[in-house]
């Protein structure tokens, strides 16, 4: 059973940065992917990026051209990479993993952005 664990969240000031990290631990063999989601307080929980087996990769509308996703194969870790943050950005952010027909849930790791 795959474990994944967050780190990275905080307080910042809107139009600073942060840079969140996502470590699986356990086999990501034959994973389909591994992206970043969030919830705000009141919403529901949204896709930010994703990084797919191959590496390509998708961001919400919202977030293109500030947040960057990427991976370290050898170091089994996903970082998300948020620039230019608005206080709209301010969530609890999940990491995930995805091996079809499963999805395995960090345990969120919380980003607030002041206005």
């Known amino acids: 059973q795959v474990q994944l664990v967050e780190s990275g969240g905080g307080l910042v000031q809107a139009g600073g940065s942060l840079r969140l990290s996502c470590t699986a631990f356990?086999?990501?063999?034959?994973?389909?992917?591994m992206g970043w989601y969030r919830q705000a307080p009141g919403k529901q929980r949204e896709l930010v990026a994703r990084i797919i087996a191959g590496s390509s990769t998708n961001y919400a509308d919202s977030v293109k051209g500030r947040f960057t996703i990427s991976g370290d194969h050898a170091k089994n870790t996903v970082y998300l990479q948020m620039n230019s943050l608005k206080p709209e950005d301010t969530g609890d952010y999940y990491c995930?993993?995805?091996?079809?027909?499963?999805?395995?849930w960090g345990q969120g790791t919380q980003v607030t952005v002041s206005s």
């Open positions: 356990g086999s990501i063999f034959g994973i389909d992917g």
């Open positions: 995930s993993l995805s091996r079809a027909p499963l999805t395995v």
